[in-house]
């Protein structure tokens, strides 16, 4: 009966004054599984706004059962994330630009035909081509091995298939649509963390909110890390494309990077041989904590924001990655509580967080698709707000030594 009422969709959440439908379409603690499924603005009699949220079941290669679900908004985003992947945005398009980027690797990777132990703790990137991915929780940054075990790249949340998958439409306008995912982190006599993940849109907009709550289920102490690995290509991505962020200090990750120094904040063309840069800043932010960074293009009439709490996400690395276009013409812009550098090294420089027994933190952010020259001059402005007289510091070599 409890299965069938799932199915049926006809359960109501009250959230505050606001009613919601809301479908299950994964539980691994009830057995559901949803698989293909869709619901239309049509189906659910709304007449001034149209929308779909469709889930398909992925077949084929090393996508075979990944699943992906995509919100269409008629005239805002598409917005397609997969719960196999850790809940990881893989595409966001709109308005005739998009966030993302192209990967060599093309399909959805279900991580059951990953080992991210392999290429010396590097297996994470075979999988690794959305627009957003989430870099922990356990751990983050490079592979390392201490403590006994590898820390392999980038932690285990980006390939750890959601336990609970939820889909919630507000009855009343402007409609919003919440995608909920549950991820676990839960290894005998190691960690226990879970993180509750949301995404929330409302249809013809530009911009969609992640909100994020980590927490600690365990009866012991824990460290956590998080960098939202945030990634974006052509057409935002170009020759002359700038990168926008109100900042404290700018030093460069390793000693290649201190080439671009000077350059970082500007973008070259596809580069056959170009190594990847990386740099690593201190952000500003205004009195309520909040900050913003942005890429956008040359012509300054598209781009991309990331809006964040720096009491949240402390640290801001910029990933500039312009080899060919074939190869991975890519920029990722990551707000996190981590660098990149291996977890031993953000543990020596006390980056490394720690959650109490049942203890919870939690993490907002939001992205906002640029797609017109004035909301490019607005973003522009609240950076330079942000920013004041207050010339960045330019740190002329790194602050670790991986």
């Not at 909920?180 to 995404?199: C, H, I, N, P």
């Not at 490394?352 to 907002?364: A, C, H, I, M, N």
């Not at 973003?379 to 707000?385: I, L, Q």
Request: charged share 20%; with cysteine.
């Amino acid at each position: 009966m409890k299965k069938a009422l799932v199915l049926s969709t006809l359960a109501l959440l009250i959230s505050g004054n606001v009613c919601a439908k809301t479908w299950l379409l994964t539980s691994a603690e009830s057995g559901v599984e949803q698989g293909n499924w869709q619901v239309t603005s049509q189906q659910l009699k709304i007449k001034d706004q149209t929308f779909s949220i469709e889930q398909k079941v992925l077949h084929g290669g090393k996508q075979e059962g990944s699943k992906i679900i995509t919100i269409n908004s008629q005239n805002g985003l598409t917005i397609t994330l997969s719960p196999t992947r850790g809940m990881n945005l893989l595409r966001v398009e709109g308005f005739g630009v998009r966030m993302g980027w192209d990967s060599p690797v093309k399909e959805v990777v279900n991580p059951a035909y990953m080992n991210l132990e392999s290429r010396n703790g590097l297996g994470w990137l075979e999988g690794f081509n959305e627009m957003l991915v989430r870099c922990g929780y356990e751990w983050t940054g490079h592979p390392v091995t201490a403590d006994g075990q590898i820390y392999t790249l980038h932690g285990k949340a980006g390939n750890t298939p959601a336990s609970q998958v939820s889909v919630d439409v507000s009855e009343k306008a402007p409609y919003e649509i919440r995608i909920r995912g549950l991820v676990k982190e839960s290894t005998f006599k190691k960690a226990d963390l879970q993180t509750e993940m949301e995404l929330s849109y409302i249809p013809g907009s530009n911009s969609f909110t992640l909100h994020d709550v980590l927490t600690n289920h365990a009866d012991y102490a824990h460290d956590y890390q998080i960098i939202y690995h945030s990634n974006f290509g052509t057409p935002i991505l170009e020759e002359g494309a700038r990168f926008i962020a109100p900042v404290e200090s700018v030093s460069p990750f390793n000693d290649y990077a201190k080439a671009g120094l000077k350059n970082w904040q500007t973008y070259s063309g596809p580069t056959k041989g170009f190594d990847e840069m990386v740099f690593n800043f201190k952000p500003l932010a205004d009195a309520r904590k909040e900050t913003v960074a942005a890429v956008i293009n040359k012509a300054g009439n598209k781009g991309a924001a990331i809006s964040f709490n720096t009491q949240q996400l402390p640290v801001l690395t910029l990933w500039k990655n312009t080899d060919t276009l074939k190869q991975g013409y890519v920029t990722g812009i990551e707000p996190g509580t981590s660098y990149a550098y291996p977890v031993t090294i953000e543990r020596e420089q006390k980056r490394v967080k720690k959650l109490e027994p049942g203890q919870s933190t939690r993490f907002d952010l939001t992205y906002t698709l640029l797609h017109n020259a004035s909301q490019v001059k607005d973003v522009e402005k609240r950076v330079a707000d942000i920013q004041g007289n207050k010339a960045p510091q330019i740190i002329d070599t790194p602050i670790a030594k991986e």
